[in-house]
Structure formats: C-alpha cells, structure tokens
C-alpha cells in the first residue's frame, strides 16, 4: 500500500496541513506526519529526505511559511514527487514570500506547488499520483470528482 507524508516546518502549519490529512484519510491512503524544519533541525531534514522511498512513502508533501526552504530541499534530496503547499504564517509577506520560494525551484529539482495554504488540492494531486498506478485509488479519485460535479450540478439547479 502506497504512503503519502506530511511534513511541516512547524506545529503551526499543522492547521494547514490538517486539510491534507484529512482528504488522504477520506481516500484511505495511509499517511505519515511529522515536523521536520530545514533550518533548525537539518540533520532530521537530511536522513527523512534521503531515506523516505526505503519506508514506502510513495510521496511527499512539504509545508512551510517564511522562507519556506523545506519543499524544495527535501526534493533535492528525495527521489520522490514532493508536493510543496505555502503557509501563509505569522513571520510571512502576505504568503508571497512561501509561494514563491516553493514556486521557483531550479531546473532538475520540481517541486509541484498548489496555492497559498491548498494542502486539501496537494492530498488530492498526491491521490491522483497514487492512482496513477493503483486502480483502487484511482477509482475512488474519479468517484469523489464525480462527487464533486454532482454537488455544482445541485446547486445549479437550487437557483432555477
């Protein structure tokens, strides 16, 4: 069974990163969450990103705010598809100064980035990187999209 990881700069992204959680757990995907900081405990940042594809992570999702580094120097470390979600957090600019140190990676280190505190939008896309080569996972993905069409096709038609 594949594994998805959460991990966080800080406790305070865990509301954030909850959202993730939570559509992963709806997903029955199995998650793995923890706090790994790339500024005050690199060491924990090196043997998580070097090590996390011999653990069955499959892959990886990467919360920050500020400066943001974690995303980008996990995935310069993993093999894996890290998923970077910006935290808009108290030392930050607005959330601009997160998106754009996990938007602007150099080439030969991607890092996909979903918006400003969208950890829900970065569980799906790790779901829909699962799915693409579990069919389980992919057919609970297209159920919950067709749940999705069904709740706008609802309220479409609350209004006529």
Same mark, same amino acid.
């Given at each position: @069974?594949?594994?998805?990881?959460?991990?966080?700069?800080? *406790?305070?992204?865990?509301?954030? @990163? !909850? #959202?993730? %959680? #939570?559509?992963?757990?709806? /997903?029955?995907? &199995?998650? =793995?969450? #923890?706090?790994?900081?790339? +500024?005050?405990?690199?060491?924990?940042? /090196?043997? /998580?990103?070097?090590?996390? +594809?011999?653990?069955?992570?499959?892959? *990886? %999702?990467?919360?920050?705010?500020?400066?943001?580094?974690?995303?980008? @120097?996990?995935?310069?470390?993993?093999?894996?598809?890290?998923?970077?979600?910006?935290?808009?957090?108290?030392?930050? *600019?607005?959330?601009?100064?997160?998106?754009?140190?996990?938007?602007?990676?150099?080439?030969?280190?991607?890092?996909?980035?979903?918006?400003?505190?969208?950890?829900?939008?970065?569980?799906?896309?790790?779901? !829909? %990187? %699962?799915?693409?080569?579990?069919?389980?996972?992919? =057919?609970?993905?297209?159920?919950?999209? &067709?749940?999705?069409?069904?709740?706008?096709?609802?309220?479409? =038609?609350?209004?006529?």
């Amino acid at each position: @069974m594949s594994k998805v990881a959460i991990i966080m700069g800080s *406790i305070s992204d865990m509301p954030v @990163m !909850q #959202d993730a %959680i #939570d559509i992963l757990k709806q /997903f029955n995907i &199995e998650t =793995e969450v #923890d706090i790994v900081s790339a +500024h005050r405990t690199p060491e924990k940042l /090196f043997d /998580f990103s070097k090590n996390a +594809h011999t653990r069955g992570i499959s892959v *990886i %999702i990467a919360g920050a705010g500020g400066a943001a580094h974690l995303p980008g @120097m996990v995935a310069s470390m993993s093999p894996l598809p890290v998923i970077g979600v910006p935290v808009k957090s108290s030392n930050s *600019i607005d959330g601009w100064d997160s998106v754009l140190s996990i938007l602007q990676m150099p080439g030969g280190v991607p890092v996909a980035t979903v918006a400003l505190n969208g950890a829900k939008n970065a569980g799906i896309l790790a779901a !829909q %990187i %699962i799915g693409s080569h579990d069919k389980k996972v992919l =057919e609970t993905i297209i159920s919950y999209k &067709e749940e999705l069409k069904a709740a706008v096709n609802k309220a479409a =038609e609350s209004l006529k």
